[in-house]
């Protein structure tokens, strides 16, 4: 055989083997490539049944629940009854997350509170279970059912608003909810549960966020208190930036921020005032 025809085999094995290899090489990134999955979402209001939201005299007090597609949460739970008898109502906010396979998980808390439930629920079409707490969990949430209804935005808002109130007014006369598995640790550690001094526990927020805002605009009158974290953000009608006034409660005092004529300080805010709510209030 010529050494011509040597190097013609050779040169037919080379393109025979590289047909192979990176043949396999497209194939194999064929056979790994997957769709990406659509990403799923909570919207709209979900209603607690009615057997899951009995208490134990038989009254039914359901939870209304309403997700945000931008991953926010709020939980409504009217009062019952009248002004002799029933039960106040809750109020919750917090964040919503997909955990993929129809399983989504939760972080809220009391509107006037800063300590955080963490749940897991599983979606079913319109309906969905919320997982029951871990039994060591400081605050338990129990298995519960929920459907999907018919409610618009603002309706919902409306029962919000007045269960937010409602919880208020439970605060102001039985105090802040003990934990369920409640120790000494876990008392010394709720900042707001369990507080030596009694004044930060029994400060209604919407009364200070009144009084701060008549400091900073004493002839303007105050629409709303909403808290946001460890903030709350008190306004008139307008609710506008330079209308709404900042501020915390820490222990026994206020601290709240004014617009400031030039720069912000250090840390970013506006002027910062500091009272106690003993001197805020008049008491």
């Known amino acids: 055989m010529s050494k011509r025809n040597k190097w013609l085999i050779l040169f037919v094995f080379v393109v025979a083997a590289a047909i192979v290899v990176f043949g396999g090489i497209k194939d194999d990134s064929k056979s790994t490539s997957k769709p990406q999955q659509e990403r799923q979402i909570l919207s709209g209001v979900y209603k607690e049944n009615d057997d899951d939201a009995k208490r134990n005299d038989g009254t039914v007090q359901p939870d209304y629940i309403q997700f945000t597609k931008d991953g926010k949460v709020l939980i409504a739970q009217p009062e019952t009854g009248d002004e002799d008898s029933g039960y106040y109502g809750d ?23 800063k300590d955080y439930y963490t749940l897991e629920l599983k979606k079913d079409g319109n309906n969905f279970t919320m997982k029951s707490t871990n039994d060591k969990a400081k605050y338990v949430w129990y298995e519960d059912d929920y459907s ?7 309706d919902f808002m ?9 919880d208020q007014q439970g605060i102001q006369e039985n105090g802040y909810a003990d934990p369920d598995n409640d120790s000494s640790s876990n ?6 549960h369990s507080d030596s001094d009694s004044s930060s526990t029994s400060a209604d927020p919407d009364e200070i966020g009144k009084a701060v805002y008549a400091r900073v605009f004493p002839s303007e009158q105050v629409d709303s208190v909403e808290q946001d974290g460890d903030s709350y953000y008190v306004s008139n009608e307008y609710h506008s930036a330079d209308s709404t006034v900042e501020f915390q409660i820490n222990g026994d ?6 617009q400031a004529d030039g720069d912000t300080t250090a840390d970013g805010k506006n002027n910062a005032h ?8 008049g008491n």
């Open 148 to 154: 999907k209804i018919d409610m618009t935005a603002s």
């Open 91 to 113: 109020a919750y906010r917090g964040t919503w997350k997909s955990l993929g396979d129809n399983k989504f998980k939760l972080k809220i808390h009391d509107v006037y509170d």
């Open 158 to 166: 409306d029962m919000f608003n007045k269960a937010k109130d409602s």
């Open 253 to 258: 005092k206020v601290t709240y921020w004014t």
């Open 187 to 192: 008392a010394t550690s709720t900042s707001n």
């Open 274 to 281: 500091t009272v106690s709510i003993k001197d805020l209030l």
